[in-house]
């Protein structure tokens, strides 16, 4: 059976010969979010449900469209409606009659997919559908996934009499790949492959197709001749040993059966191709890896020589940060105390800034910057001066104290050292980080 988009396909109910013609598009889309289901979560997934719509026409039923049933599954993964499931499907029976999609539709049945069991009707399902889809011809889809074989489809039609048959399995349908046919004809439905006769082909066991290269070699390790082969199954007497020996091939091949004797031959010939082929494989490899050597060589050449590049860049770009100290030389001046370092540590940096007494940092203008030098009015006499320039990669930092002498004589901080007025040196004024 084919399919095309709007095509249909019918079944026919074998007891009643009542006809289900169903979307084949509507449903792959019933399959799809059936599936989608299924694999939410583990160990049988979740099921689902819906209600469908269509038409009653002669002795047949159209289905045209579904409308999916909320459940809370209040009672597990399982497609068990609960008595708020109920009344929100009642509720939507109701929408149902304003929704521009179902004009022209009524209520022909309902579907739930069986995840975990046979899709055979259960008593409560057979409850909800006497209740909510009441008349004659209403329809139950039962859906099973399966991991590795199509979708089945099982089709339930009351019958005139009111009963509904809860068991057709033997009926089940799958559907036909989309898209391959142009017929706007409905086609047969495909009935479902026999589960009992797939189960049996797979537990038939495999013939060989080939010989596998593992056991060739294990034969060329120990290696048997065609007389030996040929000798195993002919009868021996006590003295047939010698007799045997001495007699030749021919003889041996004659007197065994016509039959064996070409069974023997085919084999030998079918272990022989297998061998060659199994050579042919090896020498390829080899081939392949020989020609492959090269480029490995090129490529760890190439791999050594970038390496040896980044790190002559990165040694490079090492030498050219900035030092991480700067060295401070303090100036007395009338009234105040000039302060200058390398202009070079702070010109063209993103950010340089002066801090007295570990106090607030002061950023210094750009001509600061560039002339490396500031001047400050110290307010006591034991100034800690600090300065920072932060660089892209490093920042650097330069640490003195300017220490003026008790009796008033101003002194000034040089080489690490603070002087008096008479030249002698009186303690270390330079700190450095």
């Known amino acids: 059976m084919t399919s095309v988009e709007g095509q249909y396909a019918i079944w026919t109910d074998p007891e009643t010969s009542r006809t289900v013609k169903y979307s084949l598009s509507l449903f792959h889309d019933l399959d799809f979010q059936v599936n989608e289901a299924y694999r939410r979560i583990p160990h049988g997934g979740i099921e689902i449900g819906g209600v469908l719509y269509g038409r009653f026409e002669g002795t047949g039923t159209t289905i045209e469209a579904f409308r999916p049933i909320e459940c809370e599954h209040a009672f597990g993964p399982s497609f068990v409606l609960s008595e708020k499931d109920l009344a929100r499907m009642s509720e939507s029976f109701g929408e149902a009659q304003s929704d521009s999609e179902l004009k022209g539709l009524e209520r022909v049945g309902w579907f739930a997919s069986h995840t975990r069991s046979a899709p055979e009707m259960t008593s409560r399902e057979s409850e909800i559908f006497d209740r909510y889809f009441p008349g004659q011809s209403r329809i139950t889809l039962l859906i099973r996934p399966e991991r590795f074989q199509p979708t089945r489809f099982v089709f339930s039609v009351r019958k005139p009499d009111g009963q509904t048959p809860k068991r057709d399995t033997q009926h089940a349908v799958i559907l036909p790949l ?3 046919a142009s017929s706007a004809i409905p086609v047969q439905s495909i009935p479902a492959p026999d589960r009992r006769e797939i189960s049996r082909r797979q537990s038939l066991p495999e013939a060989p197709r080939h010989v596998d290269p593992v056991q060739m070699r294990e034969k060329q390790s120990a290696p048997e001749t065609l007389a030996d082969t040929e ?4 009868p021996q007497a006590p003295s047939a040993a010698a007799v045997l020996k001495d007699t030749p091939k021919l003889e ?14 085919s084999e030998h010939l079918r272990s022989s191709i297998a061998q060659e082929e199994w050579r042919t494989e090896v ?6 890896n020989l020609t492959g050597k090269p480029a490995n060589v090129s490529l ?3 791999l050594v020589f970038a390496s040896l590049l980044g790190c002559a860049a990165g040694y490079w770009a090492y030498l050219q940060l900035p030092p991480p100290i700067i060295a401070l030389r303090v100036e007395k001046l009338p009234g105040a105390v000039l302060v200058r370092w390398p202009a070079e540590q ?7 800034a002066l801090r007295i007494d570990d106090g607030q940092a002061m950023p210094l203008t750009e001509q600061q910057k560039t002339s490396g030098e500031i001047q400050i009015n110290p307010t006591s006499d034991n100034v800690k001066i600090e300065l920072i320039s932060h660089h892209a990669l490093r920042d650097s930092r330069g640490i003195i104290r300017y220490l003026r002498p008790a009796n008033g004589a101003p002194a000034e901080a040089k080489g690490g050292q603070a002087q008096d007025s008479t030249g002698t040196p009186s303690k270390p004024a330079t700190e450095a980080q």
């Open 346 to 352: 702070t010109r063209g940096t993103n950010l340089a």
């Open 231 to 234: 000798t195993k199954d002919i």
């Open 178 to 180: 989309p898209g391959r």
């Open 252 to 265: 041996i091949e004659s007197a065994a059966a016509p039959d064996d004797i070409r069974r023997r031959r």
């Open 283 to 288: 020498a390829a490899k080899r081939k392949a």
């Open 300 to 302: 760890a050449l190439v």
